[in-house]
């Protein structure tokens, strides 16, 4: 008795390129909507659900504020406004990067690799005590 395995049919680069193209193309622009519409104007892009309702802040207020002065080069400015924004970045580049070669080459790989339960455990902890630490009276961590 012959097992064969059945071939898989690869799509073309062009589909599989797709979802990199748009999602880089979604954060260009809403990039470019950062520089149109300063989020530094009070209100200019809402409040954020969370501090509107409680007064806390999340971990990712200050985000649009962090976005435009990275877009404006100036590094220190958005670590100010969310430090941990600026630190995930480069990760997030990472990621992207691994996800458009692997829709380039048409290989299956996972865009984040598979972590150790205990670093997963550690980023949740690492979130969570950024959210207490820019919450406390005083705090420099605060948007």
């Known amino acids: 008795m012959t097992v064969t395995a059945t071939p898989t049919t690869l799509r073309p680069r062009s589909e599989r390129i797709r979802g990199p193209i748009v999602c ?17 104007v009070t209100h200019s892009w ?8 409680t007064g ?8 649009l504020r962090g976005v435009n002065d990275l877009g404006n080069g100036h590094l220190g400015q958005a670590a100010s406004s ?14 992207f990067a691994r996800w458009s070669y692997g829709a380039w080459t048409g290989r ?18 690492l979130v969570v005590a950024f959210t207490i630490a820019r919450n406390l009276p005083g705090s420099w961590l605060a948007p």
């Open 82 to 95: 969310n430090l941990l924004l600026v630190l995930a970045i480069p990760f997030a580049l990472v990621f």
């Open 56 to 63: 806390l802040y999340c971990p990712a207020c200050g985000g």
């Open 108 to 125: 299956e790989m996972r865009v984040v690799p598979a972590l150790p339960r205990a670093v997963e455990v550690g980023l949740v902890v």
């Open 24 to 40: 880089a193309a979604t954060v260009a622009a809403a990039t470019f909507a950062l520089h149109v519409r300063d989020p530094h």
């Open 46 to 53: 809402g409040v954020c659900p969370l501090y509107a309702v």
